[in-house]
């Protein structure tokens, strides 16, 4: 319980210099000045410290654009996007993209594929991954230093042993090790709404907030949780699954053995049946059919939102974040229905009360919230060693 | 995210020394060679602290009791618990107690008074538990060095702001503050669930397990979760409410505006409606009643445990641990019942099964739960500068 922290005067230089490049990387270009303020450090240990790093190639400094203040323009510090370069792998139910994504959080080249009953099984996948990520690195002449990779699924993050991806109809695929003696780098596995959660955290709608939940419905629900800053894990690093909370009894069968799962109340399914879709409709048609939603439609939408609604009420009694982030469909919802799920949440819940209002956003990071949040988690074990 | 240490070298020996008291204050009485191993600290370093801490009388070193070993025994080293003393402080809806507990969680004397309506208001309640405090402080000659507070109620603890605690009808309390100006010792106050899970995590049933939930039925429900060793808490310090988790849309009605929380479903009304008892019976009423439930009667808590399994499914989804553990008066349910509910709930939950199984188990602490867990918030504090 005790955090004081202990360390040799290397292991302090090392830290101080992981810490100003994750500064860089996550919050972007910044002045010595600004880089010694908000890390708390002195002007000469910055300038010893960022010497070094533009000495390695790993930061550049240029004089910043100009802009209207008067007198000569501090150079501005930026991270060299090839100086560490991770590999983000998300692989979704419809499609697999891969991206190489640069210090800074830039994708510098990507590729994707369509998914197929026939081309989704973890062999096809997996062979599939490593020669589209051979393409790419030749392509664009870089060598990732790491990978993460996102699924809708269970996976233990100790290993990144997937227990149970349900609709991709994965069980037991030992998809760290297989990756990692494949690509020969270090492998980090995690569901999904984790990784949109760590993404929508350090570079999207949820920056600077530090207990945040990020809830994305695709065919599933997931859910994520940042509390204390941190993500928040179970045992052996598994992460909660939020849509299999029941919130209706005796309400449809869920393929996990439960009955009135959230997700079959709030998945994609749901959003179909709520907007008089087929329920195997696509993505496409789904966002058309809600962005085309005229105002007199607008109430085959209020089953599905009261579902959301109390569902959202119990994931704020729980964790008691000060924003919950949608992601997935949920962002194609009509505002004025979101700003009534808003609402009541607020008037609804215990804890938000207290907390004087839980704000409710959505997803500023659109599909490529998985994907950045794979590189992030890629790149948790690299800052330390660039 | 970096989490790499760093520290001045008096810093590296206020830490050491800190680590050496927390682990004989949590775990108990250990020989120096004992010591050096769990804390991976050489026996030199091990020796200076030790020494020291016994100098200013901290700690003592003692011959154990002989055992059948051979050869000379080691000197056991005791945390001395007169040399830091917490005051603790549980605020039920029927009674108050308070304790003084020593390094080492010992309680070296305690005092508690029933709650009536009359005497249930706050300034009533601190009144009295400020002089109760100074005759028990002065009777055993002590003087505590810190304070924590456990109460059943939403409490933000940046600052023991209690915002609502419905069933001693409170709302908007400073007791944190009023408290601390009164004692004129820091005090911390928390959730009684959330500080239940902290002594269950540190001196229970949960010991050694670092992802856990403790769920406590009184007159309300509620919850607190350990995550990775470290207690869980939301926004503003302010811990979820999981009784008020809606199990049961167009349910009972529940004091905080929704219908059908987990609380009005195996709360104490609860369990007196399965029971057959008058809703207002006493607490010794339900618990004897439990007890000598005849074999034939069992089936009426059916329901009531067909509500508690359903909503610890949710539980274990959503936090993943590798263990509940159930408090208050779960404690008194039939072992065959809990053993069921711990079947289905192994059965019904994905995350549990993907963890092989969590544990359900129950509080090893019986009344005195939520009082150790107001001392250890207290000792949280109090250790670093011992």
């Known amino acids: 319980m005790t955090s004081t922290p202990v360390a040799r005067p290397d292991e302090v230089r090392r830290y101080n210099r992981a810490s100003l490049l994750r500064l860089l990387h996550v919050a972007g270009p910044r002045t010595r000045a600004a880089l010694a303020t908000e890390l708390g450090l002195n002007r000469s240990t910055i300038k010893t410290l960022v010497d070094g790093l533009a000495e390695s190639g790993v930061v550049e400094e240029r004089v910043p654009r100009p802009g209207r203040g008067a007198g000569r323009p501090s150079l501005l510090v930026l991270p060299q996007p090839q100086a560490a370069v991770v590999l983000a792998i998300n692989i979704q139910v419809e499609f697999v993209a891969i991206a190489l994504v640069g210090l800074g959080g830039q994708i510098l080249g990507r590729n994707s594929w369509n998914l197929h009953q026939r081309t989704r099984a973890p062999d096809d996948v997996i062979t599939h991954v490593i020669e589209s990520t051979t393409l790419l690195a030749a392509d664009l002449n870089l060598r990732p230093v790491a990978a993460g990779v996102s699924l809708p699924g269970v996976v233990r993050r100790s290993d990144g042993h997937v227990h149970e991806a349900p609709n991709l109809r994965w069980t037991d695929v030992a998809l760290g090790q297989r990756l990692t003696s494949a690509l020969d780098v270090p492998v980090v596995v995690g569901n999904d709404a984790e990784l949109g959660a760590l993404a929508e955290h350090l570079r999207g709608t949820a920056r600077g907030a530090s207990d945040m939940v990020f809830i994305s419905a695709d065919i599933g629900v997931g859910g994520g949780v940042i509390a204390q800053g941190m993500p928040l894990r179970g045992a052996a690093g598994y992460v909660g699954e939020v849509g299999h ?45 809600l962005r085309d939603l005229s105002h007199d439609s607008r109430g085959w939408l209020d089953e599905f939102a009261e579902w959301l609604t109390l569902g959202l009420v119990n994931v704020v009694n729980l964790f008691g974040p000060e924003l919950v982030v949608l992601g997935g469909l949920f962002t194609g919802l009509p505002a004025p229905v979101l700003d009534k799920i808003g609402e009541q949440v607020r008037d609804r819940s215990l804890v938000s009360r207290a907390l004087g209002g839980v704000r409710i956003g959505t997803s500023a990071l659109g599909n490529d919230v998985k994907l950045l949040g794979a590189a992030e988690a890629a790149f948790e074990g690299v800052l330390d060693s660039v």
Do not use: F, Q
């Not at 005796?250 to 393929?255: A, F």
């Open 245 to 289: 909370m029941v919130v209706r009894p005796r309400g449809r069968s869920c393929y996990c053995g439960n009955e009135g799962c959230w997700e079959t109340e709030i998945g994609e399914a749901a959003l179909c049946r709520a907007l008089k879709l087929p329920e195997e409709s696509t993505r496409g048609t789904i966002v058309a059919e």
